[in-house]
C-alpha cells in the first residue's frame, strides 16, 4: 500500500508541476494567476464539502469489518458519499451566489471564473468521499489515480481541445474545463468503486447511524479543513495585496514545492487507516514501531528531495514562463515549514485515528489562526516572501504541537530524532 501509494504520488506531483507548467506557458502569468485561485477556492471548500467523510472511512471501515457489522458498514458507504455530494450541492450554490453579490467589490476579472468553478465543488466532495473509502480497503490505485492522475490529465486534454476549437486560452476556459474533467472522472471513480465493494461487501440491510458518524466526523472535517487552509491561505491572501501575475508566481512555487511535500501526504495517506487497525487491535507496541517507520519514511526523503530541489529551483520555475524565477525565495522559506511538518510524520492521522481528533482539530485551529495573523502582518510588509514566511512559521508551531500532543496522549514518539539525540533529552 505504501509503495504503491509513493509511486502514485511521485506520479501525480510531476504531472501536477508539468500540468501547472502548460497552463502558465497556454494562458500567461496574469490568466494563470486568476485560475490558480479559482481552483484553490475548489481545494479548500471541497475539503470542507466532504463534511469528514473522506477521513472517517479509515476509522469506520476497518472497525465495522473487523467486527463484521456488516449492516452499519453498507449504511455508511452510501450515507458518506450521498451526504458529501448533498453538501457540494448546496456550499456550490452558496458560493455562486456570494461572488455575484460581491461583484462590486472584487475585481472584475475574477467575477466569472470563481462563479462557474464552483459548479466542480459537488464531484470534487464526492471524489474526496470515494478517496478515503478506497484507500480503507487498501486499494491506491482507486483511491488516488483519479485524483492525481486522471484528473489533471483530463483537465489538460479538455483545455488543449477548447483552446483548439477556438476558445480563448484564459482562466474561464481553464474553469470550464476543470469542471467538466472533476465530473467526468468522479463518475468513473464511483462505478469502479462501487463494481469492486459489489465483492467485497454483499448486500444486505443499511443500519444509518449519520448522527453517530458525523460526531465523530466533523472534528476530523476541522482537522482536514484547517490543514487545506493553511497549506492554502497563503495563494488566497497573496491575492488581496498582489496582482494575479504575482498571485501565479507564488502558486508557482507552492506547486514546485508540491515536489517534496508529497511524502508527508502519501505516508499520511498509507498509515491512517493502518493506525486504526494497530488501535483497535490494542498492539501498542506495535503502533509505536509503525510510527517510527512512518516517521523515518516522511522526513529522510523529504529531506533529500528538498535539498535537490534548491539545486534546479530556478531551472524549474524558469519552465512557467518569464519572471518566474522570482518565486525561488519563495521555496527555500517554504521548505523551513515542509521539513519541520515531515520531521514528526503524519502525526495529525495518528491523533486522528486514535480518537484525538479534537485536539488535533484544535492545534490546526490555532495554527491557522497564527497563520492569518502572520500573513496579515507580513504580507503588507515584505510581500511574497512575507507570506511564505507566515506559512512556515505557523507549520513549525504545528508539528511542534502535535508531536507533544501524541506523546502526552499516546506515549509514542513521533518527531523522527530520539529524544536522546537532543540537548537534555531522554527516550520517553
Same mark, same amino acid.
Not at 444486505?204 to 466533523?218: C, F, Q, T, V, Y
Not at 491572501?237 to 498571485?247: G, Q, T
Not at 525565495?329 to 511538518?341: D, F, H, K, N, T
Not at 504541537?401 to 518527531?415: C, E, I, M, P
Given at each position: 500500500?505504501?509503495?504503491?501509494?509513493?509511486?502514485?504520488?511521485?506520479?501525480?506531483?510531476?504531472?501536477?508541476?508539468?500540468?501547472?507548467?502548460?497552463?502558465?506557458?497556454?494562458?500567461?502569468?496574469?490568466?494563470?494567476?486568476?485560475?490558480?485561485?479559482?481552483?484553490?477556492?475548489?481545494?479548500?471548500?471541497?475539503?470542507?464539502?466532504?463534511?469528514?467523510?473522506?477521513? %472517517?472511512?479509515?476509522?469506520?471501515?476497518?472497525?465495522?469489518?473487523?467486527?463484521?457489522?456488516?449492516?452499519?458498514?453498507?449504511?455508511?458507504?452510501?450515507?458518506?458519499?450521498?451526504?458529501?455530494?448533498?453538501?457540494?450541492?448546496?456550499?456550490?450554490?452558496?458560493?455562486?451566489?456570494?461572488?455575484?453579490?460581491?461583484?462590486?467589490?472584487?475585481?472584475?476579472?475574477?467575477?466569472?471564473?470563481?462563479?462557474?468553478?464552483?459548479?466542480?465543488?459537488?464531484?470534487?466532495?464526492?471524489?474526496?468521499?470515494?478517496?478515503?473509502?478506497?484507500? %480503507?480497503?487498501?486499494?491506491?490505485?482507486?483511491?488516488?489515480?483519479?485524483?492525481?492522475?486522471?484528473?489533471?490529465?483530463?483537465?489538460?486534454?479538455?483545455?488543449?481541445?477548447?483552446?483548439?476549437?477556438?476558445?480563448?486560452?484564459?482562466?474561464?476556459?481553464?474553469?470550464?474545463?476543470?469542471?467538466?474533467?472533476?465530473?467526468?472522472?468522479?463518475?468513473?471513480?464511483?462505478?469502479?468503486?462501487?463494481?469492486?465493494?459489489?465483492?467485497?461487501?454483499?448486500?444486505?440491510?443499511?443500519?444509518?447511524?449519520?448522527?453517530?458518524?458525523?460526531?465523530?466526523?466533523?472534528?476530523?472535517?476541522?482537522?482536514?479543513?484547517?490543514?487545506?487552509?493553511?497549506?492554502?491561505?497563503?495563494?488566497?491572501?497573496?491575492?488581496?495585496?498582489?496582482?494575479?501575475?504575482?498571485?501565479?508566481?507564488?502558486?508557482?512555487?507552492?506547486?514546485?514545492?508540491?515536489?517534496?511535500?508529497?511524502?508527508?501526504?502519501?505516508?499520511?495517506?498509507?498509515?491512517?487507516?493502518?493506525?486504526?487497525?494497530?488501535?483497535?487491535?490494542?498492539?501498542?507496541?506495535?503502533?509505536?514501531?509503525?510510527?517510527?517507520?512512518?516517521?523515518?519514511?516522511?522526513?529522510?526523503?523529504?529531506?533529500?528531495?528538498?535539498?535537490?530541489?534548491?539545486?534546479?529551483?530556478?531551472?524549474?520555475?524558469?519552465?512557467?514562463?518569464?519572471?518566474?524565477?522570482?518565486?525561488?525565495?519563495?521555496?527555500?522559506?517554504?521548505?523551513?515549514?515542509?521539513?519541520?511538518?515531515?520531521?514528526?510524520?503524519?502525526?495529525?492521522?495518528?491523533?486522528?485515528?486514535?480518537?484525538?481528533?479534537?485536539?488535533?482539530?484544535?492545534?490546526?485551529?490555532?495554527?491557522?489562526?497564527?497563520?492569518?495573523?502572520?500573513?496579515?502582518?507580513?504580507?503588507?510588509?515584505?510581500?511574497?516572501?512575507?507570506?511564505?514566511?507566515?506559512?512556515?512559521?505557523?507549520?513549525?508551531?504545528?508539528?511542534?504541537?502535535?508531536?507533544?500532543?501524541?506523546?502526552?496522549?499516546?506515549?509514542?514518539?513521533?518527531?523522527?530524532?530520539?529524544?536522546?539525540?537532543?540537548?537534555?533529552?531522554?527516550?520517553?
Amino acid at each position: 500500500m505504501a509503495l504503491s501509494t509513493f509511486a502514485i504520488r511521485i506520479a501525480g506531483a510531476v504531472l501536477a508541476f508539468l500540468s501547472q507548467i502548460l497552463l502558465a506557458r497556454l494562458m500567461g502569468a496574469h490568466e494563470y494567476g486568476i485560475y490558480s485561485l479559482a481552483w484553490t477556492w475548489i481545494i479548500v471548500l471541497g475539503i470542507f464539502a466532504c463534511i469528514g467523510f473522506s477521513s %472517517s472511512p479509515n476509522r469506520f471501515i476497518p472497525e465495522y469489518t473487523q467486527n463484521g457489522d456488516l449492516a452499519r458498514l453498507r449504511g455508511f458507504l452510501k450515507a458518506s458519499r450521498l451526504s458529501a455530494l448533498i453538501t457540494g450541492f448546496l456550499l456550490a450554490a452558496l458560493g455562486m451566489v456570494t461572488v455575484q453579490l460581491l461583484s462590486p467589490v472584487i475585481e472584475p476579472y475574477y467575477v466569472w471564473p470563481l462563479t462557474i468553478i464552483f459548479l466542480a465543488l459537488p464531484l470534487f466532495a464526492l471524489g474526496g468521499v470515494q478517496d478515503g473509502i478506497a484507500r %480503507s480497503y487498501d486499494w491506491p490505485s482507486l483511491a488516488m489515480l483519479p485524483t492525481y492522475i486522471w484528473r489533471p490529465l483530463a483537465i489538460i486534454a479538455l483545455i488543449l481541445a477548447l483552446i483548439f476549437a477556438g476558445k480563448p486560452a484564459n482562466a474561464l476556459t481553464a474553469a470550464a474545463a476543470a469542471i467538466a474533467a472533476t465530473w467526468v472522472v468522479a463518475f468513473y471513480q464511483l462505478f469502479m468503486l462501487n463494481k469492486r465493494l459489489g465483492v467485497e461487501v454483499s448486500p444486505g440491510p443499511r443500519k444509518i447511524e449519520l448522527n453517530d458518524w458525523l460526531a465523530i466526523s466533523l472534528p476530523m472535517l476541522l482537522v482536514e479543513g484547517f490543514l487545506q487552509l493553511i497549506t492554502s491561505a497563503d495563494v488566497i491572501m497573496v491575492s488581496f495585496w498582489h496582482s494575479p501575475e504575482e498571485v501565479g508566481v507564488y502558486f508557482a512555487a507552492s506547486k514546485t514545492l508540491a515536489l517534496v511535500h508529497f511524502v508527508y501526504f502519501a505516508v499520511r495517506a498509507a498509515s491512517a487507516h493502518r493506525f486504526s487497525k494497530f488501535i483497535h487491535s490494542d498492539d501498542r507496541e506495535g503502533l509505536a514501531a509503525y510510527v517510527r517507520q512512518a516517521s523515518f519514511w516522511t522526513f529522510w526523503p523529504s529531506l533529500a528531495a528538498g535539498l535537490g530541489l534548491l539545486l534546479i529551483g530556478p531551472l524549474l520555475l524558469s519552465l512557467f514562463g518569464k519572471g518566474f524565477e522570482a518565486g525561488y525565495p519563495l521555496i527555500a522559506v517554504l521548505l523551513i515549514g515542509v521539513l519541520a511538518r515531515a520531521s514528526v510524520g503524519p502525526a495529525d492521522a495518528l491523533l486522528t485515528m486514535s480518537g484525538h481528533q479534537k485536539s488535533c482539530a484544535k492545534i490546526y485551529a490555532a495554527t491557522f489562526a497564527i497563520n492569518v495573523m502572520l500573513n496579515i502582518l507580513l504580507i503588507p510588509w515584505l510581500g511574497l516572501t512575507g507570506a511564505a514566511l507566515a506559512t512556515s512559521l505557523s507549520i513549525i508551531f504545528e508539528a511542534a504541537s502535535l508531536a507533544t500532543t501524541a506523546h502526552r496522549k499516546l506515549q509514542v514518539r513521533t518527531f523522527v530524532l530520539p529524544w536522546r539525540a537532543l540537548p537534555g533529552g531522554s527516550r520517553p
